[in-house]
């Protein structure tokens, strides 16, 4: 794969709304819409403030907050202000009308001073301050955590560079802002128009891990895959990704069913084709901590016992594969694994 052809429209706010736990996200606050403004094609740019005036949780540079839109679906969008600015959220929404609904209602209903209840932020793709160098990557509305990015960095006057890649000019979020003089010659803006043969060819900006670098993409499944194959030789730890299921891979023809043995109970239970672990989990009545769902976060991480797994997250290196899995996504290529639940 030499040429990145990206599909960039579908939203990072694709969940599966029917298993999200407010709790965990840390309770919901009334926060009200001071601004709702288009700044791309489909992509509108919401303000929200506390609606008792007080200032906000504090965040850093890569969160999310949980919104329950208006037709009772909960959705992750990734903050794209600075973490300076405890007086507002800015979050930016693509409207997906192949979605579940959640982008549509919040953009064609939700109006300026209307309240929307919102969790506390979470990261799970925070920057790393001990790097010397770091490299943004975004494709479509990917491009919402990687602005707070900019904005640390900017202010923190750390070395950085951001790659951005869209489908059309005039769908790329913030690209007046990118364009600014202050980031002159760290932003390159990559319009495909469709065309695989205008795809942007990462290879060779990937090809040298400078030292103490690191990179962080957000964006399709697709945009994703090519980076972790082109940064497979740069050093554990160096390279971040999310995207809180924008791709989320149909069921996959090799596919084929197998049970997990649970360590702590001795329960064995069968996971089915197209049934993740972790969905069988809850169909037992059984709690395990998630959050992407994709493979990417890292929050359903768990020790594996025995058994081989067919590894499908973003999270692990190799030389982890024999000790943990990310239930949310890995399947298994043996009959049985034993988890430690």
Known sequence: MNKLACQLERPEEALNSSTLSLDSEGGMLPLQVARKTRIATDVFLFELLRTDGQLLSPFSAGAHITVLTPNGLTRRYSLCNGPAETNLYRIAIKRDVHGMGGSINLIDQVQIGDVLPASVPLNYFSLDHQARTHLLIAGGIGITPIMSMV???????????????????????????????????????????????????????????????????????????????????????????????????????????????????????????????????????????????????????????????????????????????????????????????
Request: aromatic share 6%; charged share 25%; with cysteine.
């Open 151 to 341: 904005r640390e960095l900017q202010a923190r006057q750390m070395d950085f560079r951001v790659i951005y890649v869209t489908r059309t000019p005039e769908s790329a979020a913030f690209r007046e802002e990118l364009n600014t003089p202050e980031l002159a010659g760290r932003v390159l803006i990559h319009h495909s128009h469709g065309e695989p043969s205008h795809s942007l060819d990462l290879a060779p900006l990937l090809a040298k891990h400078p030292e103490g670098g690191h990179v962080y993409c957000c964006g399709p499944r697709r945009l994703m895959q090519a980076v972790r194959e082109y940064t497979h030789h740069w050093p554990s730890g160096s390279v971040h990704f999310e995207d809180f299921g924008t791709s989320v891979q149909p069921q996959a023809p090799e596919d084929r069913p197998f049970a997990v043995k649970l360590l702590r109970s001795g329960v064995t239970i069968e996971v089915p084709c197209g049934v993740s672990i972790l969905e069988a989990l809850r169909r037992e009545k059984i709690s395990v901590p998630s959050s992407c769902e994709s493979g990417t976060c890292g929050t359903c991480r768990t020790a594996l016992i025995s058994g081989v797994a067919e590894h499908r997250d973003y999270v692990l290196d190799e030389d982890q594969h024999d000790k943990e899995i990310m239930i949310c996504i890995s399947r298994a290529i043996s009959s049985l694994l034993e988890i430690d639940l």
